[in-house]
């Protein structure tokens, strides 16, 4: 499952992000350069309104940067139009959200299969209920949403985040708006859904303690890259 | 306190008062308008009739009756109307005409408007006649030209534009040509027996009460067989034909305000829905109950005064429209004044309705509790308590009340509303049913977007209701108008397939019937039927003179059955059209027998409560003549042939005065102008109706309605729209959500615009054949119960109808959800659960 380590699966090169209202001008963003390789864990802290969801964000291909360029399993996000970017994201990205953001007007299995869905695949319930399964709501397959707890939800979202095998996982402080307990059973699922497939996984998150589980660490502060325990070449150093 | 806390939701909620809009501008204008007619005929009531009495008879006025005449006094005018040919020489067309003769100075009050102007003393003088405008169009005539009526040739001085109380519509089927009274005699067409309707027209001098005076002659009246048109019944009948036409364009502009009333609540009911958190921390904030529900009470308030405010300027707007939509009905000019009292009474009924509907979704804020500030998503609870039920029944029963107001009826008013509420609740239901469906319904194995699609019929807050209901009911009111008048057009074409008689001639004279039937036959047309018409009245029944029943003040004496002309006929043998149901045929017996067998129509023995052994005298031209009722009969009155109430065997009335009808079928037009002109160059009295002519008329009448009923109804289409752009915006928002969680998911843009096209093609479907099944019922009931004919709606229309409805439902929602593809999807990072 580690075939692919070593090799750098998201690059971001001088990412710069303005926003503009009316006649001033905001940088949210200043000049952010890392890379990450195949397989690896990253956690992006920082203060609130440091500009990590931003970064994450730039990362994924969810917006364009003011200035930069982003390369995503080796492919050049800057040069393609939206559409594009959402088909790199339905190869080789998954998500995971502070607000779960599962659709509520499908079951848990359903939503689980959407990305692949998208690529109108058949044949994939085997798989959908398998990863559901492996996040232990194995007995949940047909429920909605909104029958399910706020940590159950989130599960279903890390199942749907892994159904297309992605390369790179995204994750916005997946633990925000859970308790301690459940938090941290959705942790578990992540890291060992990273362990079982080789994903690389991106993690914003407050919770110190599950910033040290990664691999690896960058703390933003207005904007600005202060701190990359990793700047190297993603070698697996220990943690501030 | 109540702007401020709109601010956010200020344009949404806008853009649903403009609902309402459409149905008071409708209401307004109908009020407004209603009541300029009113006027109307009041200023113009003399005008209506053009004198101030009219005394008219169908046979020529004997001395016994002259005598009468002159004793009443006042200035008086003559006018004889029949029906006749004209023949246009230049062209060689003919046509079946209205023939008028007058002498004298009618019309007293207003004035015949003819085309040059002077051509109206021409005429008087004896110079020529004046021919309906549309009629000279039709065969390319113009003034000056020469025409002939029987033996007289004679000039156009004028195109006939407009008479006092007469309408466009009523000229239509036989056009009027006004002649000079001492003209008529050298037309040679006016014989013993003929049809005409003789008029005496007065001008009274100033102090004598008409109604009165018609009183005191009633007796008089009744015995010399006179009847009578005061200018004070003219008032009151045209009065009620126009309130009839007045009250069904209200009725029709009120659904558009019910429709818009629907948009409204469920604006507030979104309203309501975002707002409940607001509440929650106000009331934790130490805001009482009702002050938190009076916030949002002033906030409707306003937005429901706006939308009447607006309502009613537009509603002024429109009544400048309205005269010209019903100008073919209404027989006088219709000054443009506004009427604010009925701009009032419309905005206050507009406002009433506005209110109920706002305030039903806004009683949900009573019960927001402060601990909602915890939960996290908050759905109102789906029972309404008893205020909401409270203001339902309020609202049914204002529907009730105004259908009521606005109906001459109490059936039709309670029909209308039933009717109403059905088709509401009808709609209602089907979304319900659909709703559950979605949810349930799953479509295992369908492509993804259709799934998405069809699952978003279902998804919490969608607008499924609100799309089916103002959908809905918009394609079932067009639909049902379109089937209704093609069902009755279809009724009054049915006889023209196959061998069915189509043209008629009528007026010929005994001593013509061989010459005119061998002309026909050269003309290679067959004859299909001919029959002796001898008109009489009736004398008495079973002993009691008419007279004395007609005064029975028990006001049960069917009057127009005891007083009207009885066309008879007598024949050999029962007709295709007729069934003997009592009583036995005698096809002939020898003259001289007395009392004479007679065979009468079901309907009209009833209505005359005759049965079979009766005795019934009839006034034949002048003589008694004793008859019984030996059979019933019933005449299927639709087909195109000469149909009788009465029908007497051969041999006693062979002497009686008489003319005859001959029924014969034309293939074209060209071949009924042949045929017409080759009669009315041999025999100029007698007279043919094309009753494809006819029928192509009254095709345009019927369209004319239509059109005036179409232009109501559109008011109804308009809201529905406006609900449709109001409710898609509504639901924008979160489209927007789910379409750009989809986009992060990897879906294309193409992927996102498919699921909301599946969305709405299933919702613009659903209404649609909704409104097409409700339209099927709805003009299936009219068909049978109101106009009692055989229903057999064309499918294009629906099929039309599910297109367009389907089509438009999907543009909106594309148009409408413009950009929903395009957020940047990085926007679902930061937007809350
Ligand atoms: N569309 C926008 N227009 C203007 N400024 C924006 C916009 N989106 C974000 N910002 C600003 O960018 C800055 C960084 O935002 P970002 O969401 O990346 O912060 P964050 O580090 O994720 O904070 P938190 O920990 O609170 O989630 C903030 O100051 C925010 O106000
Ligand atoms: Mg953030």
Redesign the interface.
Known sequence: MRGTEGQVILAAEHLTKTYRSGERSLDVLRDVSFSLPSGETLAIVGPSGSGK??L??LCAG??APTQGTVRLAGEDLGGMD??GR??V???H?G?V?Q???L????TAIENVM??L????ERGIEPEASRLLREVGLGERLGHYPAQLSGGEQQRVAIA?AFI?RPKLLFA?EPTG?LDTETGRKVVESLFRMNEAMGTALVLVTHDLELARRAGRLIRLRGGLLVEDSGSGHGGRMGTS | MAWRDSRASRRRLLLFTSCIVVGIAALVAVGSFGRALENAIEQQAKALLGADLSIGSRVRFTPEHEAFLSSLGGEQAREITFSSMIVFPRSGGTRLIQLRSLEGGFPYYGAIEADPPEAEAQFRSGSGVLVEESLLLQFGAVVGDEVRIGSLTTRVVGALRKVPGETVAFATIAPRVYLRLSELASTGLLREGSLARYRVLFRMPEGVNVTELVAEHQERLDALRLSVATVAQRQEDLGQAMRNLYQFLNLVGFVALLLGGVGIASAIQVHVKQKIPTVAVLRCLGCSVWEAFAIYVVQGVALGGLGVLVGAIAGLGIQHALPRVVADFVPFDVAMTVSWGAVVEAAAVGFGICLGFTLLPLMAIRRVAPLEVLRVAFEPRRRLDRFQWGTIVLLGLSVVAFALAHTRRWQDGLGFAGGLMLAFGVLALVSRGVIAAARRVRLPGW??VIR?GW??V???NNRTLLLVVSLGLGTFLLLTLQWTQTTLLRQLISGQEGNRANAILFDIQPDQREGVAALVRENGMKVLDEAPIVTMRLKSIRGRPVEEILADTDGKAPGWALRREFRTTTSETLRESEKLTAGTWIPRVEPGVEPVPMSLEEGIAKELGVGLGDEVVWDVQGVPVRTTVTSLREVDWRRVQPNFFVVFPAGPMDDAPAFHVLVTRVESAEESARLQRAVVDRYPNVSAVDITLVLRTLDQILGKIAFAIRFMAMFTVATGLLVLVAAVLSGRWQRVR?SI?????????R?VLRILLVEYAVLGLLAAVTGVALALAGSAALAVWVFQVAFAPPLAPAVWAILGVTGLTVATGLIASRGVA?H???E??????
């Open positions: 969801t931003t994450l964000g969810l917006d939206e559409d959402a088909r994201r339905n190869l990205v998500f959200f607000s779960f953001q659709i509520p007007t499908l959407v990305p869905e998208l690529r109108g749907r297309n916005d708006n | 492509p993804f998405q699952a978003s279902h998804r919490p789910e969680l989809l986009r992060v998911l990897g879906a294309s843009r992927q395009t940047p999807p990085l679902i990072l930061r937007s809350e659960g």
